[in-house]
């Protein structure tokens, strides 16, 4: 599966990124799942488990302030079980505390088992986050959730217009087609845009990507570490294709129920 970074490695290239002239003028900025620290080879993630007011919320919010800009990036962050902490998205502003995701769908696949180390988020209201970016409705979703199509409608319905997802996507056959695949039907079904951020290669899939409503990719990255990607959203796409195709009016209540 490759090596993991260690903690100071894995800090040092958050600090370049987050220190790259191509983030002036961003409206928001999107760092992957697991930015804090990575997954590990181990299950020991509790020792580094940070508060919302942590370290890590800290530099966001710093990035925040001096940029202008929304920051996203994902945590482990402290919950009532000491061994297990959250799997959580964090979105700061440069006024504080915007948002905090919990990721529901633990990846519990392919002989890995994220709810082992890791405490699902509630799948009540509270948890479905929502926030205005840019004059845009952005809702936050982490990795795993990609999979599961009514976590992208919960969003949709509560009057999200933009998806934002960061993942730590493992590498595999298949894994990469359905990255693409998943991102892009997630967008169409959704008539969203979708921004997806991934940690890179060797021992995940990387392949960032920016996916407009109608399902064409605008940017989309390798495998490769260290990238930053800029794409410039509008909501003419946005509008026009939600006119064209009607699909959250269209939908017959009740099919879902066999």
């Keep these: 599966m490759g090596s993991v970074p260690d903690a100071k490695v894995q800090a040092m290239s958050l600090a370049r990124i987050l220190g790259n002239p191509a983030l002036e003028g961003a409206d928001l900025i999107l760092l992957p799942e697991a930015s804090q620290r990575g997954f590990g080879n181990d299950d020991a993630l509790s020792g580094e488990a940070e508060g919302l007011e942590g370290p890590f919320a800290s530099l966001l919010h710093e990035t925040a302030v001096r940029l202008g800009a929304v920051v996203i990036g994902g945590l482990f962050e402290i919950s009532a079980d000491p061994h ?13 505390l915007r948002g905090a995701y919990r990721k529901v769908h633990l990846f519990d696949a392919l002989g890995i088992v994220e709810s082992g180390s890791v405490t699902a988020g509630s799948v009540e209201e509270d948890n479905t986050v929502v926030v205005e970016v840019g004059g845009f409705a952005v809702g936050i979703q982490t990795c795993f959730d990609l999979r ?44 969203s845009f979708v921004v997806a951020a991934a940690q890179p290669g060797p021992r995940y ?33 946005l509008e026009a294709t939600r006119e064209q195709m009607p699909l959250l009016g269209a939908r017959r209540l009740g099919i879902e129920k066999p």
């Design 84 to 96: 297990r902490p959250f799997n959580t998205t964090v979105v700061m502003g440069a006024d504080g």
């Design 148 to 191: 599961f199509p009514e976590a992208t409608r919960r969003l949709s319905l509560a009057g999200a217009e933009v998806m934002v997802l960061g993942a730590a996507w493992n590498v595999g056959p298949g894994k990469l087609e359905q990255w693409q695949a998943l991102t892009t039907a997630r967008a169409i079904e959704s008539t």
């Design 205 to 237: 899939c990387g392949h960032s990507r920016v996916i407009d409503p109608r399902g064409a990719t605008m940017i989309e990255a390798g495998d490769e570490d260290e990238v930053v990607l800029v794409a410039q959203i509008t909501r003419e796409v």
